[in-house]
């Protein structure tokens, strides 16, 4: 038989038997549904997106620490000016360095020009290299120069969203004042956002760190206010030419000790242990430490389904015993059994698809955050993006787990009922 032939009978079966068909498709979506909604949080923190492209290559430094061992006095924070300026700047290693100034809990608002009402917005300053690190779509200007970061120019890139709010457009900007906590800042870039999900690259205002008074303040030497992104090819070879930097510092004196602990830490480190400083996190790291889960998620529905199958076969029995009577083979009827029930399998995981779809957005894309300690769970609609909702990995993602749970919860009833001699079946 050819697929389609396949396809054609098992939909005239399901239509047959209505009931067998809700209960199956139903107990395959709500399994489809709670393991596509684990896949998806997994695709939100490590696969490629919008517009953080280049995860693969992307590592964090966030913190120092500065300790006096004799007089027992450690110092753990964020970067200083300094470490940033004349060493992490010229790394040979990497390909593009970013930083950030890194205020704790900033409350930063645009100003609407006609009605002076505030709104609280989401706010990163940086220099140029952000926008190498996270290409942003540009729908007209462009991103700030070095020699706006170098001067402490007031330039700003909004996203589409903030230009609509201010405006009512995001066309014909470039030029155009914003008011950012009641200074004035002119607008250089107009750019598509990215989902506030992706908290490493999320911002709906961008601005140079040189505007800001105190983004050079430092506690101690490399101790500040700055946190750096950079990509590089070589992971290894990135955190030997930063831990260097530490080792000739600290065989320069005696009385003080910096320590960069391991970082550079790797986007997938960072992702899946973000409390813990490793040195690589591969794909197959990451599903050892899921399988447990995924095996409970799986494993548990099919044998639930397993059993509903074998009732069926059993009510089938004669049926298969009058087919094998003409000719039909063992591996014919078992090729078409799976098939029916891959057919229901896929049914059921399009439904477990669409009510993922529709929790996500019923929530604003909250549920996403249930295993991301870095995300606020009061997400917003800036959350939910085309590219977490229709990426193509997820729709490959949910036909594997369509095919798995088939193959699990048909493959043994089948054949133990299609094993059986046709007398047996006849009776």
């Known amino acids: ?12 079966l399901m239509l047959a038997n209505k009931l067998f068909s809700a209960i199956y498709v139903s107990g395959t979506a709500l399994a489809i549904a709670t393991t596509t909604l684990f896949a998806v949080i997994y695709y939100v923190k490590i696969a490629p997106m ?11 430094f966030k913190t120092v620490q500065w300790s006096n061992p004799a007089r027992g006095m450690t110092i753990q924070s964020r970067l200083g ?10 790394l040979k290693t990497a390909t593009h360095v970013s930083a950030t100034y890194a205020m704790w809990d900033p409350q930063i608002y645009v100003t609407h020009p006609e009605t002076r009402r505030d709104i609280k917005i989401e706010t990163r300053m940086t220099d140029p290299a952000y926008f190498e690190i ?26 589409d969203d903030v230009a609509r709010r201010l405006y009512g457009t995001d066309k014909g900007l470039i030029g155009k004042p914003v008011t950012i906590n009641h200074r004035e800042f002119t607008i250089v870039g107009v750019i598509e956002p990215g989902s506030s999900l992706l908290q490493d690259s999320y911002a709906e205002v961008i601005i140079p760190y040189t505007t800001q008074s105190g983004y050079d303040d430092q506690r101690t030497q ?36 910096v320590s960069f602990f391991d970082f550079p830490k790797s986007h997938f480190a960072t992702a899946v242990n973000p409390d813990k400083v490793e040195q690589d996190v591969s794909w197959q790291a990451i599903v050892r430490q ?7 998620l799986l494993l548990v529905p099919a044998l639930n389904l397993s059993g509903l199958i074998s009732s069926r076969m059993e009510m089938r029995s004669a049926e298969i015993g009058v087919r094998r009577s003409f000719g039909a083979t063992r ?17 059921g ?73 046709i007398t047996t079946c006849l009776k």
């Open 331 to 347: 591996p014919g009827l078992l090729g078409q059994v799976l098939w029916e029930n891959l057919v229901l399998t896929v049914i």
């Open 134 to 159: 996270y290409p942003y779509r540009f729908i007209e200007g462009a991103a700030f120069t070095d020699e706006d970061l170098s001067s402490g120019r007031r330039v700003a890139v909004i996203t």
């Open 290 to 296: 899921n399988l447990l889960v995924l095996l409970v």
């Open 349 to 421: 995981g399009l439904v477990g698809l669409i009510i993922v779809w529709l929790s996500l957005w019923v929530t604003g894309g909250s549920l996403l955050t249930l295993m991301n300690q870095d995300v606020s769970s009061s997400a917003t609609s800036a959350a939910l993006t085309s590219g977490i909702l229709f990426a193509p990995a997820i729709f490959i993602i949910v036909f594997i787990f369509c095919f798995i749970l088939n193959v699990l919860s048909a493959l043994i009833p089948a054949w133990l009922s299609i094993r059986k001699q």
């Open 222 to 257: 490399f101790i500040g206010q700055l946190v750096v992104t950079m990509t590089a090819p070589d992971g290894d070879a990135l955190r030997e030419e930063i831990a260097e930097i530490a080792r000739k510092r600290n065989s320069s004196q005696d009385e003080y000790e």
């Open 1 to 12: 038989m050819s697929m389609l032939t396949h396809v054609k009978q098992a939909w005239r």
């Open 50 to 60: 919008y517009p953080e492209t280049n995860r693969s290559d992307t590592y964090y």
């Open 81 to 90: 000016y300094d470490l940033v300026k004349d060493h992490l700047y010229n």
